[in-house]
């Protein structure tokens, strides 16, 4: 499931995904912006884009679209 967090003026799209050595991993990135984050989580969420180095993304538990 990705989460988008606000601390001061950030925006924080926080997911979970497998590593390549089968660990589970919390990323965090960061963006300016709430529509940035929200068009990121969109991708992560429906898109099925995550890190270049994990083999599968976390579960996207969410349950309708992102507006972008």
């Not at 925006?11 to 390549?20: P, T």
């Not at 990323?27 to 099925?48: L, Q």
């Amino acid at each position: 499931m990705a989460s988008i967090v606000q601390k001061k003026n950030r925006y924080y799209v926080v997911y979970l995904y497998d590593s390549e050595d089968g660990r589970r991993k919390q990323k965090w990135e960061s963006f300016k912006t709430k529509e940035e984050a929200k068009r990121r989580k969109a991708e992560i969420c429906f898109g099925n884009m995550f890190p270049s180095t994990a083999k599968t993304p976390g579960p996207c538990l969410c349950t309708k679209a992102v507006p972008v």
